[in-house]
């Protein structure tokens, strides 16, 4: 263990010592919420640019933890993801009914995040179900964060439940795995490709199992009712950062690990893709709460990410990043709005935003760019996400697949639209007044907003991805 | 910099200037400002333009920048211009700059407005200059999805259903489009080479022959939506007749044109042995398109309706001219595009006018709006003759023109085709003469109509506009279409080898 070692794994030590802030800051008397706060999001901001330093690639302990540039990549997107929830959880956290236990929310989440690192860098089978279930664990307890209310608890149980299945689910492929192969070191899976029907099973055990956690089709009735009953930040944690480790996940266990045997893997990703897509628009066509209505929407996009895996090599892994990246940012721009409609007023239907853009024109512009973004509509970076993701199915000669994407993204438009007519051009007597926010929540909302504009144009961040593949 | 990109770029920044305005008076005159710019701009173009060829420049583009946006993928910004296009862009800068001075009395959310009209005009000026099918595509979306906010917002009647219905049948061509362009450019490296979106590039490196019969449909049909093709035309109707006057002049005007444009230059351009191959089934929809449309006409009430219809009918004659894939029939198809972008822009923007002094569309409820608001009535007239193709307007130009070409096909089918089509002139002539008999004649149904004022100085200014540029067409059409030939016989060398 030396200092470069420390260096390698610099995402997880520096967390180490946050969450280790974090325990130490509960101890103290209740009426630091405020500074307790703000000295999360200061920290947190410093361990993310830490985690833009280059490093080398390495292998350690054995070569249980992988680390890479892709990895840092892959870690940083998460981690900026996170930074804008924690700003945009400010106004939740600080509210009174938190009273002494913003640390215990911190401490949680922070916890989750290190699981997903563990996830990302695992080198070992072992060490990404152990990541898992960190990350999965204390998600259950974060969904129950407002025991108060009932919905909330419901919430909690529901995901215990589900992660509990899944994980089982996950266990059996990777015992399969083992038993075929005698060793659940990736690089030395990957060296032997073997072929079977076994394996066969073993990689749709393994799938399935991160499919609950992608929330793809059949794997995702938890959704909808834990996405409603969590607390907003959380639901908003699980639609992007979540969802963005198990398919990190995914990709580079797929991608590196089973890499010579892609056969294998890609009809049971073509039929997911299409369930998933067709089932999450059909059940997004008439959700009136918002945190339902981007529950099933969040679905369906995890069926467009699978599109990407269609083709097994560089513009495949890149497409399903660069769509993750812009994915993340457009759903937390919709979650960042639509967390200060609910720290105002409390408010989550969408017949409440009704007229919405006539009082916030501000919030309104932000929330239609991003819905559009969402939609894949140009100029914004969603239109480049989806047609990359496209072109990487295409290009492996899938054509009707891609067509029934692009008919469902056209379905998808129908539903965001929805929310753009009721902020627009529906009436209302009464809409929501117009809203301060605060400096947290602007500059949530800008990060956001300056990636959905700009990632599109600026094709380096493209190119730079696929350089790393 | 390459001049072409002064067409985005000026309404860029009008865009930037209305969203500064201070309130709704400066927003207006910044985008009186900023289009009138833009179509002194365009006419700069067509100068240059004509210079460059008789310096004796033959390049089949001309203004031609290319610079790599996406290496690995090879999407590049590429623009260019040959006769085609340069014809396109004065016809949307003439539409776009009348669509601002008729618009001059919208009161809800006036910057909003103007953006979202200058975005859409924004978007098809992309297209237009676009020759890399990436840019093309992103341009086409970009014009499409202000729509729904346009009509959505500031439209009448049933306008939310008009807005959605007409937004998702677009957007569920632009799919079928995709298909096509993703298509196209995995196939367009067929004898080795990198792929590419570049249209010239891939025109160049022919396309195999399976790839083009599979994905011909796709295309063709995806921007035929946009050209309103039969049964993929029903979002036309609703979607003009809800839409704001502004905007159905411009959806009218020249977005259906893009569809022409695309199925022209996209489908029928790369993939000539597919548009061969599947031209008689093409030719059979859009002679029902042209017939259907001028009967559809014959039986509405609602004056928008009526253009609507008709518009249905016009457009087809644009694609059945154009599968005709001969000189004179292309060239006709071309013109028939610029005069009916022109004449339809006129008469939605007249319809405007009366409806906004009516407050009716309904033609049983007004009569002998001659009498009253002469001015208005008068161009109707015009624009009436010049639909129904009388000699001296551009209709008659157009019109003839393709019909002449049409009829050197030969072969029984097409012959049988062209005359079904050449019926719609009759039932033309019915719709309108019917609409000026009852609108503008007889007497005066409603004294209350009698107080109407006739037409202020600046819908005389985008009225007159578009009337001009008719009657020059149809005085000297000669120009345009010299214009317009050169790029063709180009094209369809292509086309016919």
């Avoid at chain 2, 029902?288 to 928008?304: H, N, R, T």
């Amino acid at each position: 263990m030396t200092w470069n070692t420390l260096f390698i794994m610099r995402h997880e030590v520096l967390l180490t010592l946050l969450i280790m802030y974090e325990l130490l800051a509960d101890l103290s008397d209740e009426t630091n919420r405020t500074r307790m706060v703000n000295v999360t999001i200061a920290g947190f901001f410093l361990y993310m640019l830490a985690g833009f330093v280059p490093s080398e690639n390495a292998a350690l302990f054995g070569g249980m933890y992988v680390n890479d540039e892709l990895r840092v990549l892959l870690k940083n997107i998460l981690s900026v993801s996170t930074f804008i929830v924690l700003l945009q959880s400010s106004g939740w956290a600080k509210s009174p009914i938190h009273q002494g236990r913003a640390g215990a929310f911190y401490l949680t989440l922070l916890s989750t995040l290190m699981g997903m690192f563990f996830m990302i860098s695992a080198g070992d089978f072992l060490m990404l179900y152990l990541g898992l279930e960190l990350a999965t664990l204390p998600l259950a307890l974060l969904a129950s964060f407002d025991k108060e209310f009932r919905r909330s608890a419901e919430a909690g149980a529901k995901l215990l439940m589900s992660s509990a299945v899944s994980s089982a689910v996950l266990l059996f492929g990777l015992s399969l795995m083992y038993g075929i192969y005698g060793t659940l070191q990736m690089e030395d899976i990957a060296q032997m490709n073997l072929n079977s029907d076994i394996h066969t099973i073993a990689i749709i055990f393994f799938i399935s199992g991160l499919g609950f956690k992608l929330s793809l089709v059949p794997f995702h009735l938890w959704t909808a009712d834990v996405y409603e009953g969590s607390p907003l930040p959380v639901t908003t944690y699980f639609s992007v950062v979540s969802k963005g480790a198990a398919l990190f996940t995914l990709m580079l266990v797929l991608y590196r690990v089973f890499r010579y045997q892609p056969e294998e893997w890609r009809m049971p990703l073509y039929t997911l893709s299409v369930l998933t897509m067709v089932v999450g628009n059909l059940f997004a066509l008439r959700q009136k709460n918002m945190k339902r209505f981007l529950a099933f929407s969040s679905i369906t996009q995890a069926g467009f990410m699978l599109l990407g895996f269609m083709n097994f090599g560089r513009i495949g892994m890149t497409t399903i990043v660069y769509f993750m990246l812009i994915y993340g940012l457009s759903n937390l721009a919709v979650f960042g709005v639509l967390s200060i409609i609910v720290r105002a007023t409390g408010k989550e239907s969408m017949d409440d935003l009704n007229g919405f853009y006539s009082t916030n024109p501000r919030l309104g512009l932000v929330m239609l760019l991003s819905l559009f973004s969402l939609a894949g509509i140009p100029p914004v970076a969603g239109f480049f996400g989806k047609f990359f993701l496209f072109t990487a199915a295409a290009s492996a000669g899938m054509y009707i697949l891609v067509f029934i994407a692009v008919l469902n993204a056209t379905i998808s438009l129908y539903y965001y639209l929805l929310v753009v007519k009721a902020m627009f051009i529906n009436k209302n007597e009464t809409p929501i007044p117009s809203i301060q926010s605060t400096f947290y929540e602007k500059l949530a909302i800008g990060i956001c907003l300056t990636g959905i504009l700009a990632i599109g144009f600026v094709s380096q961040l493209y190119e730079y991805i696929q350089g790393l593949m | 910099m390459n001049p072409l990109l002064l067409l985005i770029l000026i309404p860029a920044l009008t865009m930037a200037g209305i969203m500064l305005a201070g309130d709704v008076k400066q927003a207006r005159v910044i985008s009186a400002v900023g289009m009138s710019a833009q179509l002194l701009f365009s006419f700069v173009l067509l100068y240059w333009f004509y210079q460059l060829r008789q310096s004796g420049n033959t390049d089949e583009m001309v203004f031609v920048s290319t610079t790599v946006w996406y290496p690995s993928l090879n999407i590049q910004l590429k623009f260019g211009i040959d006769g085609i296009s340069m014809s396109m862009i004065m016809l949307t800068s003439i539409v776009t700059f009348a669509g601002v001075f008729v618009s001059w009395q919208v009161e809800y959310l006036t910057k909003e407005f103007f953006i979202s009209l200058i975005l859409l005009a924004t978007g098809v000026f992309g297209f237009f200059i676009s020759l890399d099918l990436f840019t093309m595509f992103l341009f086409y979306e970009v014009a499409v999805i202000p729509m729904y906010l346009l009509i959505g917002i500031w439209g009448s009647g049933p306008k939310e259903y008009s807005a959605m219905k007409l937004t998702l049948m677009l957007m569920g061509g632009s799919a079928l489009l995709l298909v096509g362009l993703l298509g196209i450019y995995f196939n367009s490296a067929a004898n080795g080479g990198p792929l590419t979106f570049d249209l010239m590039q891939i025109a160049k490196n022919g396309l195999p022959r399976e790839a083009q019969m599979f994905f011909f449909p796709f295309t063709f049909i995806g921007f035929g939506i946009l050209g309103a093709l039969f049964p993929f035309h029903t979002w036309s109707p609703d979607g003009h007749a809800s839409a704001p006057t502004a905007v159905s002049m411009l959806h009218a005007g020249v977005l259906m044109k893009l569809g022409g444009y695309g199925c022209f230059r996209v489908a029928m351009y790369l993939m000539p042995e597919a548009a061969h191959a599947m031209a008689w089934f093409f030719i059979i929809l859009t002679t029902v398109s042209v017939v259907y449309g001028a009967f559809g006409a014959i039986w509405q009430k609602d004056l928008k309706y009526i253009n609507a219809y008709s518009s249905v009918s016009h457009c087809g004659l644009v694609l059945f001219a154009l599968l005709m894939m001969n000189e004179t029939a292309t060239t006709g198809a071309l013109l028939q595009m610029i005069s009916h972008g022109l004449m339809t822009a006129l008469f939605f923007a007249l319809i405007g006018m009366i409806y906004g002094r009516t407050h009716t569309r309904m033609i049983d409820e007004m009569g002998g709006l001659m009498k009253v608001i002469p001015f208005v009535s008068v161009l109707y007239v015009f624009a009436g003759l010049a639909s129904l193709g009388l000699p001296g307007l551009s209709g008659f130009v157009a019109e003839m023109t393709i019909f002449v070409g049409s009829f050197q096909n030969v072969d029984t089918f097409h012959r049988v085709a062209t005359i079904v089509a050449c019926s719609s002139i009759v039932i033309t002539a019915v719709y309108i003469l019917r609409v000026v008999g009852i609108l503008l004649l007889g007497p005066v149904r409603n004294n209350h109509y009698l107080e109407l004022k006739d037409a202020m100085w600046f819908e005389k200014l985008g009225g007159v506009t578009l009337l001009v540029s008719i009657m020059i067409i149809g005085i000297a059409p000669l120009w345009l279409s010299n214009l317009l030939r050169e790029p063709l016989a180009a094209m369809l060398n292509q086309l016919t080898n």
